[in-house]
Nanobody
Framework: VQLQASGGGLVQAGGSLRLSCVAS????????MGWYRQAPGKQRELVAV???????TYSESVKGRFTVSRDNPKNTLTLQMNGLRPEDTAVYYC?????????????????WGQGTQVTVSS
C-alpha cells in the first residue's frame, strides 16, 4: 500500500492551503487516517486524525482552523488549512492504518506518504 500526498506550497500568513493524500495498492480496508507534520529541528507531531467512521481529533494548535476529511470509497484524505500561521510551516505527512494484501498474505500495516512542504510567510 502506498500513500501519495500533494498540495503543499508557499502562502502568506492568513492564507489557505488544501492538502490531499491518496492511498493505492491492494487495500482491503483503511482504518484511521491522519496528518502529521515535522518542522525543522522538531519532532513529528500529530495534526489531525479521522477514523473510518468520520470521528476527528485535532491538535490544540490547529483546532478551528484546519479541517480533516476522507472519502472511504476513493481511499483519499484531505486537510483544509485556513488561517495559516508562520508556525504551521513544516513538512506534512499523511498516514494510514490499513489492512491489505502483500505477497499473497493479508497484513495489517501503517503507511506514510512522502511528505509535502508547507511554508507560511509572515
Amino acid at each position: 500500500v502506498q500513500l501519495q500526498a500533494s498540495g503543499g506550497g508557499l502562502v502568506q500568513a492568513g492564507g489557505s492551503l488544501r492538502l490531499s493524500c491518496v492511498a493505492s495498492g491492494r487495500i482491503i480496508r483503511i482504518d484511521d487516517m491522519g496528518w502529521y507534520r515535522q518542522a525543522p529541528g522538531k519532532q513529528r507531531e500529530l495534526v489531525a486524525v479521522v477514523t473510518r467512521d468520520g470521528i476527528t481529533t485535532y491538535s490544540e494548535s490547529v483546532k478551528g482552523r484546519f479541517t480533516v476529511s476522507r472519502d472511504n470509497p476513493k481511499n483519499t484524505l484531505t486537510l483544509q488549512m485556513n488561517g495559516l500561521r508562520p508556525e504551521d510551516t513544516a513538512v506534512y505527512y499523511c498516514h494510514a492504518d490499513y489492512i491489505g494484501e502483500e505477497f499473497g498474505a493479508t497484513i495489517a500495516g501503517k503507511g506514510w506518504g512522502q511528505g509535502t512542504q508547507v511554508t507560511v510567510s509572515s
